[in-house]
């Protein structure tokens, strides 16, 4: 499922969600043009950074915090404790009385890599905290608008059986929106474009 946030311009003076005064707006397309970057006016403190990588098409992926994380190693007791909170929850007691004692001879071989993946991906991939940072959030509208200034785009499984969390920044623009919507919105978290 895909989904987009636009950030919007606004033509009043107030701050609704959603909605870029015209002066950060200009201050941003300015800084942009004169440096070349994006306009990242970070909290004092943060306590997250949200990293942007550049790819092909142009646009930005973000990362939450550790952008090479990897998935871990886990026996298949750790797996189930880790992800589903105990063996019996991801077996189901079903399972557990009928074949209980083939799990108990295998429970402390490690787990298979794909599906230890497919978990990870889904829950706490640096992608997938992105996304779970961001979608709740009130950062802008949906569906498509005449006068948006940026885009985030949201990627929940891009096709059927994919885990996939993803979310995508259109441009540097929508970086230097992002940051300041985060900001506004009291969050505590930096936007850092990688390999800058």
Sequence with gaps: MLSRRQFLLATTGTLTPGFILPNFLEKAVSYLETYDRPLLLPPENPEHILYASHNEEGSYYLFLDEPTLQPPRFTWRQ??????????????????????????????????????????????????????????????????????????????????????????????LTLSILQHELNRLGQSVKVEIENL
């Design 79 to 172: 797996f189930m404790e880790h992800y589903f909170g105990s063996v019996e929850e991801y077996l189901g007691i079903d399972h557990i009385s009928e074949a209980g004692e083939v799990w108990r001879e295998d429970l402390d071989a490690e787990a298979e890599f794909e599906t230890v993946l497919d978990c990870y991906m889904r829950r706490e991939s640096p992608e997938a905290r992105a996304f779970y940072l961001l979608k709740p959030l009130n950062l802008g509208l949906g569906g498509n608008h005449a006068d948006a200034m940026g885009e985030l785009e949201f990627i929940d499984g891009p096709m059927p059986g994919s885990l996939y969390l993803a979310v995508y920044a259109q441009d540097r």
